[in-house]
């Protein structure tokens, strides 16, 4: 079974949860039928235009962050257009003079022509010195985010280069996805390396109460990660739930930490299947801490502890079996 399916599942539907709705609006002068026929926006096919009349066309867009879309004027003509999931935005498209007009330009539209005029002259690296001058100046703004990420200068720095620079934007910009995703591809493991060391936490349980791991010591411990959207996930809860009865509590502690989108789906799975405690909500999901950490990039995905909090197993996937003949040897058990 392909688990990083689930993976992508689970990311589509954490995306699904924070889409807000905004438009463009084109307005045409000197247009015909063929011309606004053409209009499309390249980045986002599913967005059909709609003719308001013959000099208006309107689109409607979903986005869970800034972004920069594509209006496809002709085969030969385009024109790139900066979109917040907080503002409606119109342009104005003259045909006859070839000419775009974006009504009430902002500081990113000002940036971006001033970047393509460089880039349209070959003086790259003029266009490398604006964009990273604008990152340190503006901390706190998304197409800072943006510039990073889309960078060729930035993309050919080494990656400590990448990183120092990286933790340079304000830690405002963390919510969004491509913040997140960004974060985690600075990590270059791929997996967890054994004997690493346990990574301390606190999170909620289901009755609100802190679990403080910090607290736990002199006993095994193991993490297994999972939610509600995971089809595996739950096909195997029972299995978990029943392996998890059967275990002393004094020698070894199951911690199940759910990915779900948001809380309520945790807590009406939770009460459903009668998970036990320790039961806990990771908030930011895929892109909380712990996720980072171990970079988990499937689920589920189990992580077993020495008493000494050193990692002595991960497994990837429904493999209970392991799980429990890993412990087994671990309890000095046969």
């Not at 790259?124 to 990073?148: C, Q």
Request: hydrophobic content about 40%.
């Amino acid at each position: 079974m392909n688990f990083r399916l689930t993976l992508v599942a689970l990311l589509i539907n954490l995306k699904l949860l924070c889409f807000t709705n905004v438009s463009l609006t084109v307005k045409l002068v000197g247009s015909n039928i063929e011309s606004r026929s053409n209009l499309l926006l390249a980045n986002f096919e599913n967005s059909t235009p709609k003719f308001i009349n013959d000099s208006t066309v309107h689109f409607d867009l979903k986005l869970d962050e800034p972004v920069l879309i594509h209006l496809i004027i002709s085969k030969s003509w385009y024109k790139k257009i900066w979109m917040t999931n907080y503002l409606d935005r119109t342009i104005i498209i003259n045909f006859k003079t070839k000419d775009c007009f974006l009504i009430n330009k902002n500081r990113w539209d000002t940036l971006l022509d001033s970047l393509l005029v460089f880039e349209s002259k070959n003086q790259l690296e003029t266009k490398d010195s604006i964009e990273l001058n604008y990152i340190k100046k503006h901390k706190t703004a998304f197409e800072s985010l943006w510039l990073f990420t889309h960078s060729h200068n930035i993309f050919t720095k080494n990656n400590p280069e990448k990183i120092t620079l990286f933790n340079q934007l304000d830690k405002s910009l963390m919510n969004y996805p491509l913040y997140k995703l960004t974060k985690a591809s600075l990590k270059k493991r791929n997996y967890p390396n054994l004997n690493d060391d346990f990574l301390e936490f606190e999170l909620i349980d289901v009755n609100d109460k802190p679990l403080k791991t910090k607290n736990i010591t002199n006993k095994i411990i193991l993490l297994h990660f999972w939610s509600t959207t995971c089809a595996p996930c739950i096909r195997e809860l029972d299995n978990w739930l029943k392996y998890s009865a059967t275990l002393d509590t004094s020698k070894i502690n199951i911690i199940f930490i759910c990915l779900d989108p948001n809380e309520k789906m945790w807590r009406n799975t939770s009460a459903k299947f009668s998970i036990p405690q320790p039961n806990l909500f990771a908030e930011n999901n895929l892109f909380c801490d712990l996720c980072l950490y171990y970079n988990l990039n499937a689920i589920p995905y189990t992580l077993i502890f020495d008493k000494k909090k050193k990692l002595k197993l991960f497994i990837e996937g429904t493999e209970i079996e392991l799980v429990k003949k890993e412990v087994q040897s671990m309890l000095g058990q046969k």
